[in-house]
C-alpha cells in the first residue's frame, strides 16, 4: 500500500514511469440531522455491500426506499434496490428530470423496474422513530413547502470524496481534490508521474479511465524513443442503438 508499505518516490526513483489510478474515495455525505444510525447509505458503500456479500438480501420489512441524487450511481443504486425486491424505490433531485447528469437511458431503464423520480426536492432531515428510520423531511426548489416523504432507507447517491492530495508534495491537485495532468498527456506536474480515471475527472465512465490509460502509456513509450502502435482487430464496423441512443 502506497504511504505505507512503500512511498511514491520510492516507486519513481525504482521505475521509469508510474501510472497513478486510484479512483476516487468513500461516499461523500449530507450529515442531515438524524442520517446517523441504521437504515441511510452512502451509495457506493451499499453497492459494494451487494456486489461483494453473497448472504446479503434486504431487510423483509423493507418497502421504500429514497435515494438522493441525479446521477448515474444514483440510478445505479435505485435499479438494484427495485431488483433486489424493495416495492418502492423513489430518486429524489434537487431540480428537473432534463437537468439530470445521469444518462436519460438509464432513467427510462430504472424506470422498467418501478423507479420513479420526484423532482425539484431537497432533503431537510432523517425522521426517525427510536432507531428506524421513519420519513425523509424535505423542502421543495419550487415553492415554500416542507413535508415529509415515508421511507425505511434512505441511500445518499451525492458523489465521493477525493483522496489525493496525500499522494505527493510534487503532485498537483486542484481546488476540487483531482489531480491536474497535462489533457494529451496525462502527465501530471513531476515528469516521471502520470494519472488517469476518476482520481482526475471526478468520475466518469470507464471507457474514459480505458482511454487515460492509453494515452499515458503512448506518451510513456515515446519519452523512451519509441513509436507506439495499435494492434488488433476491429470487432465492430459500424453503430448500434439501443432504445434510440
Known sequence: EIG???????????????????????????????????????????????????????PQDLNTVLVIGGG????????????????????LYRRSRKEMR????????????????????????VVRHGEKVKALKVSSTISDDTFELPCDWVVEAVGQLKHVSDVSPEIEVDEMGRLIVDSET???AHPKVYAGGDCINGGKEVVNAAQDGREAAFDMLKSWGISPSLHGKKYFKSFFTYDGH
Open 72 to 91: 448515474n450511481t444514483a440510478i445505479d443504486i435505485s435499479r438494484e434496490l427495485a431488483m433486489l425486491g424493495a416495492e418502492d424505490v423513489r430518486m
Open 102 to 125: 445521469g444518462y436519460d437511458h438509464e432513467i427510462v431503464g430504472a424506470s422498467h423496474y418501478g423507479v420513479r423520480l420526484v423532482e425539484n426536492v431537497t432533503p431537510l432531515e
Open 186 to 188: 496525462r502527465r501530471t
Open 4 to 58: 505505507k508499505d512503500i512511498s511514491l518516490e520510492q516507486l519513481i526513483d525504482e521505475y521509469d514511469a508510474v501510472f497513478i489510478g486510484i479512483g476516487l474515495g468513500t461516499d461523500s455525505r449530507l450529515d442531515l440531522p438524524g442520517s446517523d444510525g441504521p437504515g441511510v447509505w452512502g451509495a457506493t458503500d451499499l453497492i459494494r455491500q451487494i456486489k461483494n456479500n453473497p448472504d446479503f438480501s434486504l
